[in-house]
């Protein structure tokens, strides 16, 4: 049976007016020995922006910046830049996240060369709406009814006038490129979908009619157990193993006390990370303790981030939405359950 560490909380609130009300969802990224926390700092009125610090091995805060690193600067990001993920690609370092004007929630990028300085490359998800998107995707067939349970009910109300568009989050790069091409995962509930580009300049408003016009074939990763039967999405950059891309997620689960956020994992094949070739049937660790089960949002574990060193694997995550906290488990351990767990592919 798999041996899961549960580290406990690694970083908590201050009462600073940018994270008063929460710190959680970190980016990580380990750097010659140095661990790097880009997390969700959450001021009055659900105002979000990016924090910064740096962990030791013993997962023991070395520094922490008083102020925001990154911030909303733009009208797509008025209300919070949220749920940030990082990874390095060559000799540049892009960190993904949520953008949210109070109405919208949108994938974002930034990237930068030194972790100091952060060039902001907009949105670049799809900005449709559902009708449109839903006029699109159904050439194939009728989607998922819960594509409309999710997404449709956005088309009704107007705010100022302003355009309601699908909610795409969750937007996470792989560490490398494969076979030349980046690929990102991003999340239109209640799936996980899958993109590979050469260049971030081919994400236009044709490259998206496109993807939607085959949208099927864009789905990764669907709810299957019971832990997330109501939704997925995605979690941690993916971590390439001898066995595949190892996917860190969240399942969700809706329930009588609301819904319920775990930690899951999968395995996507190496040179084709559009195929699922491994998934385990029972989630990694979920919100039992007092500070999971209760906090500004009930319930949650929110993986977003994970290092390796060794044979250990760290994955660090939001804790009820308001504390960041730590598990820790073998790698190899991991790779042998999933393993016992290989899934049938009809891709």
């Not at 670049?124 to 998922?144: C, R």
């Not at 030349?180 to 408003?205: A, C």
Request: with cysteine; charged share 25%; net charge negative.
């Amino acid at each position: 049976m798999l041996e899961i560490k549960k580290e406990g909380i690694i970083l908590e609130k201050r009462d600073l007016g940018f994270e008063k009300e929460g710190v959680l969802n970190p980016g990580v990224f380990m750097e010659a020995g140095m661990i790097h926390l880009f997390y969700r700092a959450v001021g009055k009125g659900n105002y979000s922006t990016v924090g910064y610090c740096t962990l030791d091995s013993n997962q023991v805060v070395k520094t922490r910046l008083d102020l925001p690193l990154i911030y909303p600067q733009f009208e797509y990001e008025k209300q919070g830049v949220e749920d940030p993920r990082i990874v390095k690609i060559e000799d540049v370092y892009y960190l993904t996240y949520t953008a949210n004007d109070g109405l919208n929630a949108m994938g974002a990028l930034a990237t930068s060369r030194d972790l100091v300085t952060w060039e902001k490359r907009g949105l670049i998800v799809p900005q449709y709406s559902y009708d449109e998107f839903k006029h699109l995707a159904e050439t194939q067939g009728e989607l998922n009814e819960k594509y409309f349970r999710f997404n449709g009910k956005y088309i009704v109300p107007k705010k100022l006038g302003k355009k309601v568009l699908l909610w795409d989050k969750n937007v996470i790069l792989f560490p490398r490129k494969i076979n030349g091409k980046f690929y990102f995962l991003h999340r239109i509930k209640p799936d996980i979908q899958i993109v590979s580009i050469y260049d971030l300049s081919e994400l236009t408003h044709t490259f998206w009619d496109n993807f939607f016009l085959q949208f099927c074939d864009s789905i990764l990763i669907s709810p299957k157990y019971e832990h997330e039967v109501s939704y997925v999405g995605g979690g941690c950059p993916p971590i390439e193993t001898e066995m595949g891309w190892l996917l860190i997620y969240h399942g969700v689960h809706d329930t009588v006390n609301g819904y319920v956020y775990s930690a899951c994992a999968c395995i996507l094949d190496l040179d084709n990370p559009n195929q699922e070739i491994a998934r385990l049937p029972y989630p990694l660790f979920g919100p039992e303790l007092e500070w999971k089960l209760n906090g500004v949002v009930n319930n949650v574990c929110f993986p977003t981030g994970a290092i390796v060193n060794g044979d250990s694997l760290f994955i660090y995550y939001g804790a009820a939405d308001e504390h960041i906290a730590c598990a820790s488990m073998k790698l190899s351990e991991l790779l042998s359950e999933l393993k016992l767990n290989l899934v049938k592919n009809e891709k």
